[in-house]
């Protein structure tokens, strides 16, 4: 038999309904369920003497009824133990009601999130400013310099990057080789691909995929650690002890990135053109000894130097912001995640459009 | 006698919350200074601004008779190396080991040798009542209370003449916590320094504070000695000290409310 939790007997002057069974957090949907057609237009004797098990979310619904059938009708109450008479008043007590968060407009919201922005770009350039004079600090005393810290971030982001950098890059190069070689080929342009993937990779592709691949790689770890340790009072430990953050923490970080991105770029652009030698290899048959000789004629270091001088750019933009946020996180594991997202959304935004910058800085100054 | 730390019109606002609305207190050298008041009171944020890291909108703080208004960051750094502080959850670096906690600002300000360094790290260690094999442990290898003793020995590194100790007791089993109260009193005995701490155990304050300042409604209701706090009429410190329970628990020192 299903189980009943209220019934009604319905007689001539009065209305008699009787709870029983559960009346617990498990129960009380189908409970209120019945509540609403018990319909109201005599006497109402409710007899709760049979409830064998309630908690206070029973109570509460019981509360509830309770008043609306008063307002309708007159009504009475028999079978009420001692138990859940207490209970009853212990939560009659405090029946005030939270008030929860007023909701916003989607126009406040617009203005809020704009005031927001504004007062994220004021930080940041509040947190360029410490770090600046951190390392005007340390410019003057070389001692300060933190020696440890910096090589062992440029083996963290540097040196351990590189496979995922190589992989990345060799991917791409071969992807611009093959996509070029059909289009070449129609004009019997063949050797052209030479200058395509050695021109593309070196001025654009190899530093803006080592940076991207950085951003997320390293930006996203820089906010997660500075992150963790503001949640920890490390930071504030730090202060306390007279060990300043920004020389500690960020400094090593920019500038470790700053060392170690260049010398990335170097790499992605290797392996990228490599990458597209390969292809061109199996795509159009050009030998590797045809592909190199023609590389030597095309390829001018001024290439090469044009795409290197992005690298440091690149790495300010990801350590800083990765740093940036990582200070704006707050006391709650939450905020962890959404600054590393908006770490890493930021960072390979700017170094796109930094990108785009140079691409137009480039084009004016007939480089 | 020059007090160690003079606190004067302290106003703190977070957005349109005050918190602080005129606290003046003063602690004096070689006593053991209690802060207390309900949560939210304001007493963490009262103690951030005596470590400098918050500055009150509005007031004087002066620490070891250096004014912290308008400090230098040369003064700022000579007086963080005069100072040790325990935050509530110990803030040990969790990329050192406890060792290496405990001597990073020894490395950092001072230039005595490697064997002296490992000397004073086992003293400390020995002083706060860990074995000294957990010093080649990390912190997340540690107790709570391990944590906080550690933490301890971290400050007291640098033999700083000011203890700051942000909730000492808190979350350790009563015996760790009477443990750590007499430890408390006897580097104060031993090494002569000034102790500021935050709590709300009744034992340390009955037992173990000398002076003490009670937070609530944005003021200092009450400073002095247990004895004259307790003449306070204040609803606080009703509250707090007077209800059935601390009566019936610390008789001899409250009978006279």
């Not at chain 2, 004895?227 to 009703?238: A, D, G, M, N, T």
Request: hydrophobic letters at 45%; glycine letters at 8%.
């Amino acid at each position: 038999m299903k189980k009943q939790f209220l019934t009604y007997e319905v007689n001539q002057d009065y209305l008699k309904l009787i709870s029983q069974g559960e009346w617990t957090l498990a129960s009380i949907r189908q409970i209120e369920k019945k509540l609403r057609q018990v319909p109201c237009d005599k006497k109402i004797i409710w007899d709760v003497s049979s409830v064998e098990d309630f908690d206070s979310a029973g109570v509460l619904l019981f509360i509830e009824y309770y008043e609306r059938f008063k307002q309708e009708v007159s009504l009475e109450v028999v079978g009420y133990t001692a138990k859940q008479k207490e209970m009853h008043t212990l939560l009659s007590e405090n029946s005030e009601e939270v008030i929860s968060p007023r909701k916003m407009s989607e126009f406040e919201k617009i203005g809020k999130n704009t005031f927001e922005i504004l007062y994220d770009i004021k930080e940041f350039i509040t947190f360029l400013g410490h770090m600046s004079s951190a390392l005007l600090h340390t410019w003057r005393n070389p001692k300060r310099i933190r020696l440890k810290e910096t090589v062992y971030h440029i083996h963290q982001s540097g040196f351990n990057a590189l496979i995922i950098i190589g992989l990345t890059s060799f991917l791409v190069g071969m992807v611009i080789s093959y996509q070029g070689s059909v289009q070449l080929a129609k004009f019997g342009a063949d050797m052209f691909i030479v200058d395509t993937v050695a021109i593309s990779i070196t001025r654009e592709l190899g530093p803006m995929i080592t940076a991207i691949v950085i951003a997320g790689r390293s930006g996203s770890a820089y906010t997660a650690e500075i992150g963790a340790m503001k949640i920890t009072e490390e930071i504030a430990a730090m202060r306390t002890m007279g060990f300043d953050p920004y020389t500690f923490l960020v400094l090593p970080r920019v500038i470790a990135l700053m060392i170690a991105l260049p010398l990335l770029i170097f790499f992605s652009d290797i392996v990228g053109i490599f990458g597209g030698m390969v292809a061109s290899k199996m795509q159009l048959g050009i030998s590797m000894t045809q592909f190199m000789d023609r590389l030597y004629e095309v390829l001018e270091v001024k290439h090469y130097i044009l795409g290197m001088i992005k690298g440091p750019v690149f790495a300010f933009i990801i350590a800083s912001i990765g740093c940036f946020r990582g200070f704006q996180v707050s006391d709650n594991t939450e905020s962890i995640g959404l600054h590393t997202t908006s770490s890493v959304v930021n960072a390979i935004f700017l170094v796109i459009a930094f990108d785009a910058l140079f691409s137009v800085l480039y084009t004016e100054l007939g480089l | 006698m020059n007090p160690v730390i003079q606190v004067e019109g302290i106003v703190t606002r977070f957005a349109d919350r005050t918190i602080h609305d005129g606290v003046n207190l003063h602690i004096n050298e070689n006593e053991i200074y209690g802060i207390l008041g309900e949560s939210g009171s304001g007493k963490s944020v009262l103690m951030k601004e005596m470590i400098m890291l918050l500055e009150p909108n509005e007031g004087k703080v002066s620490v070891l008779g250096t004014s912290l208004n308008g400090i230098s960051f040369k003064d700022a750094q000579s007086l963080r190396t005069e100072w040790g502080v325990l935050f509530q959850f110990g803030a040990l670096f969790s990329s050192l080991t406890i060792a290496e906690n405990i001597e990073v600002q020894l490395k950092e300000y001072t230039n005595i040798s490697k064997m002296m360094r490992n000397k004073l790290v086992s003293s400390k260690l020995a002083l706060v009542g860990l074995e000294p094999h957990v010093g080649a442990l990390y912190p997340s290898e540690l107790s709570g209370g391990m944590v906080k003793r550690a933490a301890l020995a971290r400050a007291l590194a640098i033999e700083p003449k000011l203890l700051f100790l942000d909730e000492p007791t808190s979350g350790l089993d009563p015996i760790g916590a009477r443990n750590f109260d007499a430890l408390i009193v006897e580097l104060r005995d031993l090494l002569g320094i000034t102790v500021v701490m935050i709590t709300h155990d009744l034992d340390s304050i009955f037992s173990i504070v000398d002076r003490m300042a009670v937070l609530a409604d944005k003021h200092v209701v009450a400073e002095g000695s247990i004895e004259s706090v307790l003449q306070s009429k204040h609803p606080f410190v009703e509250e707090f000290f007077k209800n059935e329970y601390t009566k019936e628990r610390f008789k001899d020192k409250v009978k006279d409310v």
